[in-house]
């Protein structure tokens, strides 16, 4: 479902302004909250901003946001970085664009941002990242929701960045999701592996899952989507051939979550998912971070960036650790495909 798109605008001393645009994206998880901005004009000038904010001026800042398609968990951290933004204090405008899925899209997007002098960009998703990076080199990026920056090319490293971009990583303990998955699923022998070919960060979270199965002794199979419109081919075609799924946090599949559980539920497969959000949408199993405290995290480094208190080169990546992940069980997905899950301590039923 799309949404119709809204820029705000705030001046600390009025309310609140929607200007609605075709083409900007506020979904219906982030609810007024995405779309709240501080103060009334923007700056084109971001090393002016910058440092304005630093000496504690009333400096707006113009942020531009690129998500790369609308799904809950990316909805979530867009909803944690405009939380950040809030508590902060800083005055700002926000610019909210949704490229739907489309890669060409997340590069026309990246163009218009960088072309109406953002002083600095969040980019939810590896693509929207890479599109914003290719764009600029010069406006600070923060970027949230990628499981590996470094093996995605958007840093030199993890550890220093050193270019214009840094952000938070939603990388999850893949090894602990299939030791649950094997706790749950004693039985399970073949295990298959769903995500979206096109994405570089599942395909490493399916080598780690691969190297975990394989030391479990379970046997494991790909199983690739080029898009949503293969969902429902792909996981029928696994009928038969495995014993549960284990998917990923995918963009494609985490926002086609509904259609694999459709299938899977009614022919009784388990499945276990890389977050919380899938797991709501129908995944049996999850040990998961939360994508809301995610993007307030990149929204607390964005925030350090516009103060001056720091620069994205020097910021090393940053992640939520395993204490801060919880065991999330469904409860009628569980029942749907015949699972006992009374024995299983579960931090959230939903």
Sequence with gaps: MQSPAAEASRSSKGGPMYHYSRRQFCGGALGGLATVALAACGSNNNAATTEAAGTGSDATFKIGVLQL??????????????????????????????????????????????????????????????????????????????????????????????????????????????????????????????????????????????????????????????SSNEIQQVVESMVGKVDAIYAPTDNVIAAGMATVSMVANENKIPTVVGCDTMAEDGGMLSYSINYEDLGKKAGEMAVK??????????????????????????????????????????????
């Design 69 to 226: 398609t609308e799904h809950a968990a990316l909805d979530a951290s867009n909803k944690g970085f405009v939380a950040a933004l809030e508590e902060s204090g800083l005055s700002y405008t926000i610019d909210q664009q949704n490229a739907q899925g489309d890669q060409s899209a997340c590069n026309t997007i990246a163009s218009k941002l960088v072309g109406d002098g953002d002083d600095l960009i969040l980019a939810i998703g590896t693509p929207a990242a890479q599109a914003a990076a290719g764009a600029t080199t010069e406006i600070p990026i923060v970027a949230t929701a990628i499981t590996d920056f470094a093996s995605s090319g958007l840093v030199a490293s993890n550890d220093a960045p050193g270019g214009n971009l840094t952000g938070s990583s939603d990388l999850t303990p893949v090894a602990d999701q299939i030791k649950l998955l094997h706790e749950v699923l004693p039985e399970a022998k073949t295990v298959a592996l769903l995500y979206c070919s096109a994405e570089s960060n599942s395909a490493i979270q399916v080598e780690m899952a691969e190297d975990e199965l394989d030391a479990l002794g379970l046997a494991h199979e790909r199983y690739t989507v080029s």
């Design 305 to 350: 960036i516009l103060k001056g208190e720091a620069k994205p080169q020097d910021m090393p990546i940053e992640t939520l650790s395993v204490s801060e992940c919880k065991l999330i069980v469904n409860s009628a997905t569980a029942e749907a495909c015949g699972v006992d899950i009374s024995g299983i301590n579960a931090d959230v039923t939903v």
